[in-house]
């Protein structure tokens, strides 16, 4: 089994940062993609930013230039770095992987994690 657990939420100001901290550990032969999606009240849940293997990323367009996603492929780690946040970024932030458990099997099994708060107060 693979887990995911987020680390770094907290409330903060509008203009203010948070980092974000995704760790994977469990039965795992190799890390694939990886994002962070957030689901604010009373919305679907969203894609924030991803990641591949290689650290190539992306960015939702209400984050490009505000937020930077990095991960650490050696510690099995991914980071969401969150600058001038506003008071609609507050959610629910949720870390996403591709995880291969076994070199003999070629499928990467989507995980979740449990969810960190980050609340923006203006």
């Known amino acids: 089994q693979v887990q995911l657990v987020e680390s770094g939420g907290g409330s903060v100001q509008a203009g203010g940062s948070l980092r974000l901290s995704c760790a994977a550990s469990g039965i795992i032969f190799s890390v694939g993609d990886m994002g962070w999606y957030r689901q604010a009240p009373g919305k679907q849940r969203e894609l924030v930013a991803g990641?591949?293997?290689?650290?190539?990323?992306s960015y939702a367009d209400s984050v490009k230039s505000r937020f930077t996603i990095s991960r650490d492929n050696a510690k099995n780690t991914m980071y969401l770095q969150m600058d001038s946040l506003q008071p609609e970024d507050t959610a629910i932030y949720y870390c996403?992987?591709?995880?291969?458990?076994?070199?003999?099997?070629?499928?990467?099994?989507?995980?979740w994690g449990q969810g960190t708060q980050v609340t923006v107060s203006s």
């Open positions: 996403n992987a591709a995880v291969q458990i076994h070199y003999a099997d070629l499928h990467f099994y989507t995980n």
């Open positions: 990641i591949s293997s290689g650290h190539v990323t």
